[in-house]
């Protein structure tokens, strides 16, 4: 429970009885006193009413009326991909190899002759009640990010954040699942953050945090080097946590134990191992393959065509079954599965190198001049595009729905313009800082007489 955000929420409407409503919110969480609880609520207001209208130009926040929700972030679907250019642009154009212009999960800088590889990936959200299962997944999306861009992973880092009320057994929990994945791999966990959730102002025992990933390469694979002529190839995939997610909110538990394996980390080590003629890799994750192939197209200006039935076939048997059970498309969500674009000469060789692990591998599709992806099913083509949100893959999911609730066009100028206000808002500040100290000696603030 956000005690600030609904403190805040009742002082701006004039709510009269906000501080009762915190004491019973403090109450149903805590096993405390009236009066500590009464202390407590007493407190939070206090806080939030000296906050709830800063004074100073940088607090200034023009609200644009597009939440989260609405636009579909964080779901994997159009406005998720949309939101993430617009980062980019408030980010602006940087020096590095690889950024985020160009959507690629993970960004490279150039360092003594090497390519340094960085990704960190935030915990599945549904996962907070299975710390370990959270733990591990994270683990595997960050160094599966690594990978794909043809590099091998050197280092691991976390990020936890535990609601005040989070039993310290949640947080070691978390921390064996990353070190699960760690010891199996042979990447270590070298440091890290433990923190509170919102600190004394959110309350329960939500969990939340990101694990990072370092990486080392001589090449890349970014997904900008897919070519026209290019085969594409996936590996056989079982999910991670969205399936896990789909598996425990669905009561098909038993299926959880499918997605516990590196099938990925060691397909995909071998192929950098081996060296292999590869333009572009990625990881067949949140989205699904919809959102891989808009992206890829988007990046690297090429056509993409998928041939349905291959790609079935490698989609595991029992986790496939409970997709199929629920409705639940199995091409817009992640599957955990690595997908390979290589020239088709190569092709036969990179096969060869992931069987070889034990991992199953086909070719699924080709590259071809021109923008967009299809989708080739029992002969014909269809077009293959995201949704606004990715597949519903639990209860709560499929009742929130998978399209747009609100406009869409008129949502993304809204978006527009918030992200244009930001960069304004960042160009202002960087040189008004630089001009500060540029005008900064000790002498004139005083510190030397």
């Known amino acids: 429970m956000d005690l600030e955000g609904f403190a805040k929420r009742g002082l701006a409407r004039g709510d009269g009885q906000i501080k009762e409503k915190l004491v019973a919110m403090i109450k149903e969480v805590k096993d405390i006193a009236p009066k500590r609880a009464d202390a407590l609520a007493e407190a939070v207001l206090q806080e939030a009413g000296a906050t709830l209208h800063p004074r100073g130009e940088v607090f200034e926040l023009h609200e644009v009326g597009v939440t989260m929700g609405d636009f579909g972030v964080g779901s994997r679907g159009l406005g998720d991909f949309y939101a993430h250019t617009k980062i980019a642009e408030v980010i602006g154009k940087t020096s590095a190899v690889v950024d985020s212009g160009e959507l690629d999960d993970s960004g490279v800088v150039k360092a003594g002759g090497k390519y340094i590889v960085l990704t960190v990936d935030g915990m ?87 694990v990072g990933a370092v990486g080392v390469a001589d090449r890349l694979t970014p997904r900008r080097d897919a070519r026209a002529g290019d085969v594409i190839m996936m590996t056989e995939g079982a999910g ?40 572009a890799m990625t990881d067949v994750t949140n989205g699904g393959i919809r959102g891989d192939a808009k992206e890829i197209s988007h990046t690297a200006g090429v056509k993409l065509v998928f041939e349905e039935g291959r790609m079935r076939r490698l989609v ?20 955990d599965a690595l997908l390979v674009i290589a020239p088709e000469e190569a092709a036969d060789a990179i096969l060869r190198t992931v069987r070889g692990t034990g991992v199953a591998m086909d070719v699924i599709g080709r590259v071809e001049e021109g923008r967009g992806a299809v989708l080739v099913e029992e002969g014909r083509e269809k077009e293959f595009v995201p949704r606004f949100r990715e597949s519903a893959y639990t209860p709560i ?53």
Do not use: W
Request: proline content about 2%; hydrophobic content about 40%.
């Open 124 to 210: 599945h959200s549904r996962l907070s009640d299975y710390p370990f299962l959270a733990g591990f997944h994270v683990t595997r999306a960050a160094l599966r990010d690594i990978y794909v861009m043809g590099s091998r992973p050197v280092a691991l880092f976390s990020d936890v954040h535990l609601a005040d009320d989070g039993d310290l057994s949640r947080l070691f929990d978390h921390i064996a699942g990353i070190a699960t994945v760690s010891d199996l791999v042979g990447v270590p966990l070298i440091t890290g953050s433990t923190l509170r959730i919102g600190g004394d102002m959110v309350i329960g025992d939500r969990l939340t945090g990101c």
């Open 240 to 279: 991670g946590g969205t399936t896990c997610a789909a598996a425990l909110y669905y009561d098909r538990h038993e299926v959880v134990s499918e997605t516990l394996n590196v099938k990925f980390l060691e397909a995909a080590s071998a192929l950098v191992e081996e060296e292999h003629e590869i333009h």
């Open 316 to 335: 595991n048997p029992r986790v496939k079954e409970m997709l199929d059970e629920q409705s639940i498309d199995y091409l817009g969500v992640s599957i």
């Open 397 to 449: 999911k499929k009742a929130v729905g998978e399209g747009a609730e609100r406009d869409f066009e008129e949502m993304r100028a809204k978006v527009d313009q918030a992200a244009l206000r930001a960069a304004e808002k960042k160009a202002k500040f960087v040189d008004q800082i630089r001009k500060h100290n540029s005008n900064f000696t000790y002498e004139n603030a005083g510190y030397i007489d």
